[in-house]
C-alpha cells in the first residue's frame, strides 16, 4: 500500500515538472525573446514607405480645366476639388458644396461649406466658382469639362458663400454636371488664364509641391478641410515619360508603383506576374436597338426571343479577345441605381425557340412564320452597322450567325459613316446596332426618350423617366429606377451588349484597397502605403 502512494506521489511531482517545463518553454518569454519581437515590429514599421510613385507620358499641364491627358486628370482629383462629386457606385455626394438645392425647374442654389481655404492660404469663396465657371464657358477654354457649363445661363453671386444658378432649361440631374474641379480666382490675378506657368493652387488633400522638368511632386496639404481622410501616403512623385513604353519600362523595374491603364494588351509590356491588377467597367457601352415600329419587332415575343439568342460571352470573347465585359442594362457597369436582382434573358436559344411557339410562329423553311390578317410575316431583318467600325462589323456578322442558329435571318448592311447618321437620323431601319459613351449622369433618355433608338412608345416607361428626374431621395430613386428596369426585362426594346474594360495595375508592395472607376482611381487611398 504504502508503496502505491509513494509511486502516485512520484508521478504527480514528474507531471507537475513537466508542465512548468512547458510554461516556460512556451509562454514564458526571456528579455531576449522581448527584445527580438521588438526588434521585428521596428523592422516591419521601419519598412513601410509613405511615398507614392507614378509615371506619366504625353504630359500638358497640371492645370485640371485644361489638361487632356487622362491619368494628369486623375492624379488632379488629389489636388483640386469639385463643389459635387462622384463616388465609387456613381452616386453622388458633397465635396465644398454644403448643399445643393434645386429651387426651380431650371434654378439651383449653392452653399459652399465654410473654413475651407485653398492650398495658398487664401479662403474659398463663391467668386472662384464664378471665376472657374466662367474660364470654362470662355471661347477660349478647350476643356473636359466644358459641356458641364454649357446650359449654365447666369451665375449669381448672393454672398461670399451662396451661388444661385440659373439654366437655359431644365436639364435632368444637371447636379452631376458640378463635378469640374475648382480653382482660384486670386491665383490666377493679372495672369491669362491659358498661358499661365504658375503652379495652380486647389483645395486637396494633396498639393503640388515642385515642377522641375521632368518631375513633380505632390505633398500633404497640412490645412486639408477633410479630418476623415488622413491618408498614409506623404509624397507622390511623378516622373513624366516620354513613351507609354517608358513608363511600362519604369513600373517592370520597380521606379512606379501604379498605372491606370485602358491597353487590354499591357502585360505583353510588363510580364504576368509581379504585380496585382483591378480591373473596372469603363464607357464605351454597345447595344442593339430593334425598332419597336417594325410590324414584326412591335412583338414582344420576337424581341424576346432575338435577345435570348445572342450569345454576348461568345461575342466579348472571340470580337474581343475577353477583354470587354458583357452588359444586361445601360446602368451595369457598378451604378448604384442597378438592381441586380432583376433577371433578364440571358442566352437560352431553347426558351427563345419556345417563346416563339408560344406566341403562334411556326418553323418552316429554316426560319419562324406566322400568318396574321392573311398575311405572312417572316422572321427576317436587315442589321445597320457603320462600316468603318471595324469590330462592330465583326459583331453584327456574329449576330447575323448566332441568330440565323435558331431560325431568325439577318442581313448585314455595312454603311458609310453618313449613311449610318442617315438611319439614325430618320429611324428607318430594322435593327442597328449601336453605341455610347457612358455618363456620369444616370438618365436613361437615350433609351426610354421620345428620340430612343428603339422608337419604343410605352407611356409607363416614359411616366418613370420623368419621375425620376424629380425625386431627390436617394431610395425612392432607386425603386423608380429598378421599376423602368422591369420593364426594359419585360419588354426588351433594345438589347444590351457589352462595355470596354480598364485596368489600376500596381506594385505587389502597395498596400491597400483599390477601388477604382472611370471618374477616379484613388478611392480608398486613406488606406493605401507601401512596403520597401
Not at 413 to 428: L, T
Not at 429 to 454: C, E, H, Q, V
Amino acid at each position: 500500500m504504502k508503496v502505491n502512494i509513494f509511486k502516485y506521489i512520484f508521478m504527480l511531482v514528474v507531471i507537475i515538472l513537466i508542465g512548468y517545463g512547458i510554461y516556460v518553454i512556451h509562454y514564458k518569454k526571456s528579455p531576449q525573446d522581448t527584445n527580438n519581437q521588438t526588434a521585428s515590429q521596428e523592422t516591419t514599421q521601419n519598412s513601410v514607405n509613405t511615398n507614392l510613385r507614378l509615371g506619366i507620358h504625353q504630359y500638358d499641364t497640371m492645370n485640371p480645366i485644361l489638361s487632356q491627358n487622362k491619368n494628369i486628370q486623375f492624379i488632379d482629383k488629389l489636388v483640386f476639388e469639385p463643389l459635387l462629386t462622384i463616388n465609387n457606385d456613381y452616386s453622388l455626394s458633397n465635396c465644398l458644396a454644403e448643399e445643393c438645392s434645386k429651387t426651380g425647374d431650371n434654378s439651383y442654389i449653392i452653399k459652399l461649406k465654410s473654413n475651407i481655404k485653398f492650398q495658398d492660404g487664401t479662403d474659398l469663396k463663391a467668386n472662384d466658382v464664378k471665376f472657374t465657371i466662367d474660364q470654362l464657358k470662355s471661347g477660349d477654354v478647350i476643356s473636359i469639362y466644358k459641356d458641364n457649363v454649357s446650359n449654365i445661363y447666369s451665375l449669381d453671386i448672393i454672398d461670399d458663400r451662396t451661388i444661385k444658378i440659373t439654366l437655359n432649361e431644365a436639364q435632368p440631374f444637371f447636379e452631376y454636371n458640378l463635378i469640374f474641379p475648382i480653382l482660384s480666382s486670386q491665383n490666377f490675378d493679372n495672369e491669362n488664364f491659358t498661358t499661365s506657368t504658375k503652379i495652380p493652387v486647389g483645395t486637396g488633400m494633396y498639393q503640388i509641391d515642385k515642377m522641375e522638368g521632368s518631375f513633380i511632386s505632390l505633398v500633404k496639404n497640412p490645412n486639408y478641410w477633410d479630418s476623415n481622410k488622413k491618408t498614409k501616403i506623404d509624397t507622390i512623385n511623378i516622373n513624366i515619360y516620354s513613351s507609354m513604353g517608358e513608363v511600362y519600362n519604369a513600373f517592370k523595374i520597380g521606379n512606379i508603383d501604379l498605372i491606370p491603364t485602358s491597353n487590354t494588351n499591357f502585360r505583353d509590356y510588363i510580364g504576368t506576374i509581379g504585380f496585382n491588377v483591378s480591373q473596372y467597367k469603363a464607357r464605351d457601352f454597345d447595344y442593339l436597338a430593334m425598332n419597336t415600329q417594325n410590324a414584326i419587332l412591335s412583338k414582344t415575343e420576337v424581341r424576346k426571343a432575338i435577345a435570348s439568342s445572342i450569345d454576348k460571352a461568345n461575342i466579348v470573347a472571340t470580337v474581343f479577345d475577353d477583354n470587354y465585359d458583357t452588359s444586361n442594362y445601360p446602368l451595369d457597369y457598378g451604378n448604384y441605381l442597378y438592381d441586380s436582382s432583376i433577371q433578364t434573358d440571358s442566352y437560352n436559344p431553347e426558351y427563345a425557340q419556345q417563346l416563339l411557339e408560344e406566341a403562334g410562329w411556326e418553323f418552316k423553311y429554316k426560319q419562324w412564320q406566322k400568318v396574321e390578317n392573311y398575311k405572312t410575316l417572316r422572321t427576317t431583318f436587315d442589321l445597320v452597322v457603320n462600316a468603318s467600325n471595324v469590330r462592330r462589323v465583326a459583331v453584327a456578322e456574329a449576330i447575323k450567325n448566332q441568330l440565323g442558329n435558331i431560325g431568325i435571318l439577318i442581313n448585314v448592311k455595312k454603311v458609310s459613316d453618313a449613311q449610318y447618321n442617315s438611319y439614325i437620323e430618320n429611324r428607318n431601319y430594322d435593327m442597328i446596332l449601336a453605341g455610347t459613351k457612358i455618363s456620369a449622369t444616370p438618365d436613361l433618355a437615350r433609351y426610354f426618350g421620345d428620340s430612343n433608338l428603339a422608337n419604343y412608345d410605352k407611356e409607363e416607361a416614359k411616366n418613370l423617366l420623368h419621375e425620376t428626374y424629380q425625386i431627390a431621395d436617394a431610395k425612392k430613386l432607386r425603386e423608380k429606377f429598378s421599376e423602368l428596369q422591369k420593364i426594359y426585362a419585360e419588354d426588351v426594346p433594345f438589347v444590351s451588349l457589352y462595355i470596354n474594360r480598364e485596368y489600376l495595375v500596381s506594385s505587389t508592395k502597395l498596400f491597400g484597397e483599390q477601388k477604382p472607376n472611370w471618374f477616379n482611381v484613388f478611392y480608398n487611398m486613406e488606406n493605401w502605403y507601401r512596403q520597401n
